[in-house]
């Protein structure tokens, strides 16, 4: 078992080559690539917000279930996009959920 911090979250690898993701919004499931394409995400928004990947990683878990329920289940069209597409669609999707102006 492998426990790391990230984010002010727990992470603990093992179990079948699954990724637990502890966070307040509950227990996410993903791979080591699902993984990287999250932190990938996270920072890569947190560029274009001028803000810190712990704010963008609160919006998309805690304010929202963005994380959950569009870029991990969304994972294997998404990284195959460009950034700047990537990010243009994380930003219109948080703006649709109300979670950025």
Same mark, same amino acid.
């Given at each position: 078992m492998y426990v790391a911090?990230? @984010?002010s979250i727990i992470l603990v690898i093992e179990l079948n080559s699954s990724i637990f993701v502890k966070s307040e919004a509950g227990l996410l499931a993903m791979n080591d690539k699902e993984l990287e394409f999250s932190v990938f995400c996270i920072e890569s928004v947190a560029e274009r917000?001028?803000?810190k990947g712990e704010r963008v990683y609160e919006l998309l878990t805690e304010k929202s279930s963005i994380l959950k329920e @569009? #870029? #991990?289940p969304n994972y294997e069209v998404l990284h195959t996009l460009g950034? +700047?597409?990537i990010v243009?669609? #994380?930003i219109a999707y948080? $703006? $649709? +959920?109300g979670v950025v102006g």
């Open positions: 911090v990230f @984010y917000l001028g803000c @569009y #870029i #991990i950034k +700047e597409y243009d669609d #994380i948080m $703006q $649709q +959920e």
